[in-house]
């Protein structure tokens, strides 16, 4: 794939939920790869899988395509990530909170890579 109208090391990460059904506890679609998870945006519970991509970011376009992989909906964001996060190199990742980990950013610094996140506040703060 051509990266020329990327910028050379910053890249993006997130995921998202494929929802297969809004009844989690009932559901039979695909249950050997879906499981029940719960999506933080919407508030609700679900049955299916998630979405995790690495992109590498554009000036005023949407991400290139990285690394990109499917996980039950139960999967973590950063557990799911990290194999692939591991394969870059001198990089800048922007993500949300669900990636904030110190000691993840520790390892990430053999590789000359740190992740930035939001500021992770106390309850009422």
């Not at 090391?9 to 998870?37: E, F, Q, R, W």
């Not at 395509?65 to 990089?91: G, W």
């Amino acid at each position: 794939m051509n990266f020329n109208d990327c910028y050379d090391n910053v890249s993006l990460v997130d995921s998202l939920p494929i929802m297969l059904c809004k009844h989690p506890y009932t559901a039979k679609v695909a249950s050997k790869i879906a499981d029940k998870g719960y999506c933080d945006a919407k508030k609700q519970f679900y049955h299916g899988v998630k979405l995790h991509l690495i992109g590498k970011d554009r000036f005023e376009k949407i991400p290139k395509p990285n690394f990109f992989d499917f996980t039950p909906a139960s999967v973590n964001d950063l557990t799911a990530i990290k194999p692939m996060i591991y394969q870059l190199k001198n990089q800048i990742v922007v993500g949300d909170k669900a990636y904030s980990s110190e000691k993840f950013n520790q390892q990430l610094s053999k590789n000359n890579t740190v992740v930035l996140t939001p500021i992770k506040l106390k309850k009422r703060q």
